[in-house]
């Protein structure tokens, strides 16, 4: 079975403060996608990394950055938190074959109240 | 504005009923997914439609992909309180990249 792990279920933040987000999967997978999600927006994608290195902007990626240093682990960096980020946080990956058609597994979330 | 309308927003029935979860957009998508979440966990996929009009069944779920690839329909028959979670309909659009998602259907099976 595929595992997406991520560091913490719940955090508790101060404004400004620096936050980490880290994400994990077990299964060699080369696409890794992180999205927030909001009462009655649905997920909406932060950013994306389909290799090593390679990152890809979201919908929404202003007051965040990520990095993909190693296959397996994709973090979201959040440089300088604010209230308006306090949100779930989903961490996710996929195969990366046909992408059109292919699964996306989530990891249980992170939900992060900024305070 | 979502691209992937759903609706109902909220449904609330009692064990043993039958019900339609809508998700309709004005584009048209390469395929569609339907995943469901349960508190405190991470979506799970439940399907994936990629042909115009086709029918997929999954035990009590029948999901159906719209001729024009436009719009999806899932139809629960005799709910169980097991079905309760969080439906989301998600689209590939054609060159895309991105997974895009509806704001999603809360359901409650009430026993």
């Known amino acids: 079975d595929v595992k997406v792990t991520q560091s913490s279920r719940y955090l508790v933040k101060r404004t400004g403060e620096k936050v980490f987000l880290e994400c994990v999967q077990d299964?060699?997978?080369?696409?890794m996608f992180w999205y927030r999600q909001d009462p009655g927006l649905g997920l909406r994608l932060i950013y994306f990394?389909?290799?090593?290195?390679?990152?890809e902007k979201g919908d929404i990626p202003e007051g965040y950055s990520v990095s993909r240093e190693k296959k397996e682990r994709f973090s979201l960096i959040l440089e300088s938190a604010s209230t308006n980020q306090t949100s779930m946080y989903l961490c996710?990956?996929?195969?990366?074959?046909?992408?059109?058609?292919?699964?996306?597994?989530f990891g249980p979330g992170t939900r992060l109240l900024v305070l | 504005t979502q691209l992937l309308e759903q609706s109902p927003q909220f449904l609330s029935i009692q064990e043993g009923e039958n019900l339609t979860v809508y998700c309709n957009s004005s584009?048209?998508?390469?395929?569609l997914q339907w995943y469901r979440q349960e508190p405190g966990e991470g979506p799970v996929l439940l399907v994936t439609?990629?042909?115009?009009?086709e029918v997929k069944k999954l035990k009590r779920l029948t999901f159906q992909f719209g001729d024009a690839r436009k719009d999806s329909s899932l139809h629960i028959t005799a709910a169980q309180p097991g079905d309760t979670g969080l439906y989301l309909c998600?689209?590939?659009?054609?060159?895309?990249?991105?997974?895009?998602f509806g704001s999603g259907t809360r359901l409650l099976v009430r026993p």
């Open positions: 996710a990956s996929s195969l990366g074959t046909i992408l059109y058609q292919e699964t996306q597994y």
């Open positions: 299964m060699d997978h080369e696409n």
């Open positions: 990394s389909y290799d090593v290195k390679m990152k």
């Open positions: 584009s048209v998508f390469s395929s």
């Open positions: 439609v990629v042909t115009g009009g």
């Open positions: 998600a689209g590939w659009m054609d060159s895309s990249y991105k997974l895009i």
